[in-house]
T-cell receptor, first 115, second 113 residues
Framework: AQKVTQAQTEISVVEKEDVTLDCVYE???????LFWYKQPPSGELVFLIR??????QNEISGRYSWNFQKSTSSFNFTITASQVVDSAVYFC????????????FGTGTRLKVLA | DTEVTQTPKHLVMGMTNKKSLKCEQH?????MYWYKQKAKKPPELMFV???????INESVPSRFSPECPNSSLLNLHLHALQPEDSALYLC????????????FGSGTRLTVV
């Protein structure tokens, strides 16, 4: 069975601190995609990144970075020098491209960045 | 235009009412989705349209009726809802079913009284 676990329900940090959001996934498929989405208070989910199972290179985009490790089935997300605007719920998700193309979402991590 | 626009943003309806949620995109995307999100939960897939045809119905009760009049529009018709149907309803689109990054709208917050 496919599953995504985000063990951190809520994290609070002070502005300019670095913060890492954890994501652990389970799948028996060899080909799959992992995603991170941000959901600010306004409600929409904002696509942040997609990573396929054959590409374990870490990725950096500005203050955001992602660490994909197949050996531990983890796809962690780090925000460097956090800002108040980073406050949101962050969802990690898994998709099996050979199946139904449905997202398997984690339960989300609520990040509060305090000024 | 890189947005998915949903109207209305808020809706309060009685259990005997009929209402519709509207979703519009002008990105040329051929796959559109309806998700339901309860408070403090992840989104749950309801329906998928691909090239204007319904391809997935996640066993959603018939009081929810989707419609895709054209490639830019997606409606969700609501009838005889229950208070437990109160939630945030999100629409999303993608280039096609093989494109894995979705563009989501900001949703309609529905309250059933």
């Amino acid at each position: 069975a496919q599953k995504v676990t985000q063990a951190q329900t809520e994290i609070s940090v002070v502005e300019k601190e670095d913060v890492t959001l954890d994501c652990v996934y389970e799948t028996r498929d060899t080909t799959y995609y992992l995603f991170w989405y941000k959901q600010p208070p306004s409600g929409e989910l904002v696509f942040l990144i997609r990573r396929n199972s054959f590409d374990e290179q870490n990725e950096i985009s500005g203050r955001y970075s992602w660490n994909f490790q197949k050996s531990t089935s983890s796809f962690n997300f780090t925000i460097t020098a956090s800002q108040v605007v980073d406050s949101a719920v962050y969802f990690c998700a898994l998709m099996d491209p050979a199946g139904t193309y449905k997202y398997i979402f984690g339960t989300g991590t609520r990040l509060k960045v305090l000024a | 235009d890189t947005e998915v626009t949903q109207t209305p943003k808020h809706l309060v309806m009685g259990m005997t009412n009929k209402k519709s949620l509207k979703c519009e995109q002008h990105m040329g995307h051929r796959a559109m989705y309806w998700y339901k999100q309860k408070a403090k939960k992840p989104p749950e897939l309801m329906f998928v349209y691909s090239y204007e045809k319904l391809s997935i119905n996640e066993s959603v009760p018939s009081r929810f009726s989707p419609e895709c009049p054209n490639s830019s529009l997606l409606n969700l018709h609501l009838h005889a809802l229950q208070p437990e149907d109160s939630a945030l309803y999100l629409c999303a689109s993608s280039q096609d079913r093989n494109n894995y990054g979705y563009t989501f709208g900001s949703g309609t917050r529905l309250t059933v009284v």
